[in-house]
């Protein structure tokens, strides 16, 4: 297990689109994907665990990552949420 702290840069936080942006790129890897707030710990994979985190923008999270294709996925994930998932998020194929 690998794990990262982030923050949050879309200006809305985790509401629906970058919530749906996430999670379609978390479904991407085979290993467990999750992230941990204050709230608690949430699996990336999962539309309802995203937004019932209700992270907002400059929040801090840690991202942790499981299995095979770990260190991808962290780091794909993490400089995703970094950048922005917002309006202008483009994923790449």
Not at 27 to 47: H, L, P
């Amino acid at each position: 297990m690998i794990s990262r702290k982030v923050i949050v840069a879309d200006e809305t936080g985790l509401h629906l689109r970058p919530a749906g942006i996430l999670c379609k790129l978390a479904c991407r890897y085979k290993c467990k994907i999750e992230f941990i707030t204050d709230k608690g710990t949430f699996n990336a994979k999962s539309i309802l665990n995203v937004l019932g985190a209700c992270v907002q923008k400059d929040d801090e999270i840690e991202l942790r990552c499981d299995g095979e294709d770990e260190e991808q996925a962290l780091n794909d994930i993490g400089n995703a949420i970094e950048s922005g998932l917002g309006d202008d998020f483009k994923m790449s194929e």
